[in-house]
Structures are given as C-alpha cells and as structure tokens.
C-alpha cells in the first residue's frame, strides 16, 4: 500500500484501517544497500527532531540545515508550514548523501530509518475526528521496490533496530501540536481572517516549530516548552469568539 499516494489524494483511505500494523505484526523486507531509497523521493517530510539531529550532527544551525536542504511551504491539508527534503541533480539524489553514502546514517531523518514502514496516527476509533488527547501509534508497510522478501521481521524489532521508541513521546506530542495548530488556522481561515494576520501566525509558528532550538542542548525539553505554547495558542484561538459582522454592529 502507497500511504504517501493515499495521503496526497485521499483515495482508498477508507481501506487504510485494515492494513494498520501493532508492535507484533510480522512484515518481510530486507534491506541490500542498493540506495534506490535515497533517489527519486519527493516526500521526506522532517520534524524538528529530524533538523535538530541533522544540525548537530553536521554542526550547523536548525535555519542553515533548512536552508541548504529543504524547501518550507504552507501544507495544503495541514494549513501550517512543512519542511520537506529536496532532491539533487537529474537523478534526484537526497541532498544528504557524500560519495553516495547517507552523512547522517546514524540519525537520519525517521521516515528514512522507518522505511519501507510508515507511522501514523489514529484516534480512539478509527474514521472518527482525532482527539489530540487521546493519539495512538500505527504502522504500515509502503509498497517498496528494492530491497527482498528474505527476511521475517516484526514491528518491534524494526524499531529496535534503529533506535526509533516504541512509546515515541516525541512523535506523539508532535501530532498533538499539529492537530491543534491546524484546528486553530483552519478556524481562523473559515472565519476569512486577513491574509496579513495569516501570515504572522504562521511564521511564528514556523519560528517556534523549527528554528527556536540550542543544539548544544538537549531536544526534548525544548520541544516541550515549544509545544505547550502552541497548544495554548491554539486553545486560546479555538476558543475565542469570531469579530462581529458590520451588520451585526449596527444591530447593537
């Protein structure tokens, strides 16, 4: 199953439910080192975790690791600013290889560690509006087009494998902000808010999303102190009352 080509088009996420992994599910796949995986990707997306590693790993800065690698743009679904990896050259190279080997292997972004699995998340109840609270962890093999059938893995041990928790407290607190975040703007959007007060928003998101970080540091807590801003933000936008229209003024 293609879960980025479902996520782009919305099609056949009605049948994505029965293909959702548990830490036990059993998948074949393993890995001959081919690089096919590092070309041809247009759909690395990062998370502040992801740019953290990579900055300090490359002693660079969060802002110079998306600038020398990424392009930032509004999601068109998510409605917030999103980080995506950009290819190099016509065989489309992931901007992060030397000498056709990954620079960062040993913290490479998750969705690249994951692979050929992805991870969602999911409600209580699947198909229903996600509760931010209430956020569980899923997993799905990609269709993949490298690699063999030869070996038996499970979940787990993939996880293992690379380093990646099994309870992410990262990647769950992440979604939590996202999910909020786009309540938040999308409200705001109905509401027909200025494109200038958009704006402004969204760079200060940006800005606390994925550049307020010390890489000399350590991640989650700053994370944290982020992400509880943004909640509150979000709550506080959620909650407020939306600008009485001209006519509604006049009527007072």
Not at 203 to 214: E, G, K, R, T, V
Request: proline content about 5%; hydrophobic content about 40%.
């Amino acid at each position: 199953m293609d879960i980025f080509r479902m996520m782009k088009t919305g099609e056949g996420i009605e049948q994505l439910e029965e293909h959702l992994l548990d830490l036990d599910s059993e998948f074949r796949f393993k890995c001959r080192r081919c690089g096919k995986c590092c070309i041809h990707q247009e759909t690395i997306i990062l998370n502040a975790r992801d740019i953290y590693n990579i900055a300090k790993k490359k002693g660079m800065t969060m802002q110079q690791v998306i600038e020398s690698y990424t392009e930032v743009y509004i999601g068109s679904g998510s409605r917030l600013p999103v980080v995506h990896l950009l290819s190099n050259g016509p065989k489309g190279a992931c901007p992060l290889l030397e000498d056709g080997r990954c620079s960062v292997h040993d913290c490479k972004p998750t969705v690249c560690a994951l692979y050929p699995m992805g991870r969602v998340v999911v409600g209580e109840k699947f198909g229903e509006p996600v509760d931010p609270d209430k956020l569980r962890v899923k997993y799905i093999l990609n269709e993949y087009s490298c690699g063999s059938a030869k070996r038996v893995n499970t979940v787990r041990s993939w996880l293992a494998k690379f380093g990646i928790p099994e309870n992410d407290e990262f990647y769950i607190l992440w979604n939590k902000v996202l999910i909020s975040l786009t309540l938040a703007i999308v409200k705001l959007e109905e509401e027909k808010v200025s494109k200038t007060v958009l704006d402004m928003l969204w760079s200060a998101i940006y800005q606390a999303l994925f550049l307020d970080y010390d890489i000399t540091q350590d991640f989650m807590p700053q994370f944290q102190v982020a992400a509880k801003k943004l909640c509150s933000l979000s709550e506080t936008i959620i909650k407020a009352q939306p600008p009485a229209s001209p006519s509604e003024e006049e009527a007072d």
